[in-house]
Each structure stands twice: as C-alpha cells, then as structure tokens.
C-alpha cells in the first residue's frame, strides 16, 4: 500500500508523478481525492463518519473518528495507485471541511474535549 507520508517523501524521480491531494471532511464523509498536473482525478475514496444524536436537536461526532475517517480515505486513494507504474509524489494537499461544526480540545496533549458539535445542532444556533 501507498501512504501519505510515502507519496509525500518519494525521490524517484524517473517515474515520480507530483499528485495535488484534497480533503472533503463533510457532516457524512470524509473523502481524499489526488489530481495530477491537468487538474484530472486520478484516485479518490471516501470513509462513512458517523453522526450521535444524544437528544432532540443535537448532533455530535466523535472527533477520532473524523479523523480516522480522513485518514483511511487517504490511504484508500493510495491504494488505488498501487497497481500504477509510477511513484506518486504529493506536492500539495487541500482541506475543505465542516466550517461550522464546533470542536475543543486541550491545547497540550491536542486531544478533543468533548464531541465535535455539528453544524446542524440546535446549540450552535445563536453562534
């Protein structure tokens, strides 16, 4: 398999091919799409989130989960390289993601807090 960090350092450079990555994080899934130099989708997946709804009008996600999710879709498009023959280099990732949802975490062990409130939860309202 092909990870982040293995497209990111390759040096072949006879067969290197510079890839620009793109993290979608949405509400429902997170999905890592690689382009090439034409702007052409070459590989993308895409991992489930999950969403808890802990009582009417809340909805929360699990900010491990979030992550793990942009994670394995990363490595899902680097999969689907592997039978290529070239060696990808990524030059570049873009993050679009969920620009409303609220999440906190502690600023020394970087760990959340608490749920990523979505942006549909009726809490956020008056933010």
């Known amino acids: 398999t092909t990870s982040i960090a293995e497209m990111r350092s390759s040096t072949n450079a006879h067969h290197a091919v510079e890839l620009i990555g793109s993290i979608d994080e949405g509400t ?3 999905r890592f ?4 130099h034409k702007a052409t989708v070459v ?7 999950k969403q808890m709804f802990p009582q009417a009008g809340w ?3 699990d900010p491990e989960d979030i992550l793990d999710a942009v994670i394995k879709a990363a490595e899902g498009a680097g999969k689907q ?4 023959r070239y060696t990808p280099r990524l030059a570049a990732v873009g993050i679009a ?3 409303e949802t609220v999440l906190v975490w502690d600023k020394k062990t970087g760990k959340p ?3 990523a409130i979505v942006w549909t939860d009726t809490r956020t309202e008056s933010i």
């Open 28 to 30: 429902e899934k997170a």
């Open 33 to 36: 799409t690689l382009y090439n």
């Open 43 to 49: 590989a993308s997946h895409s991992v489930q989130t």
């Open 59 to 61: 909805c929360e996600q």
């Open 81 to 84: 390289l592997a039978y290529k």
């Open 97 to 99: 993601n969920q620009r």
């Open 113 to 115: 807090l608490h749920p």
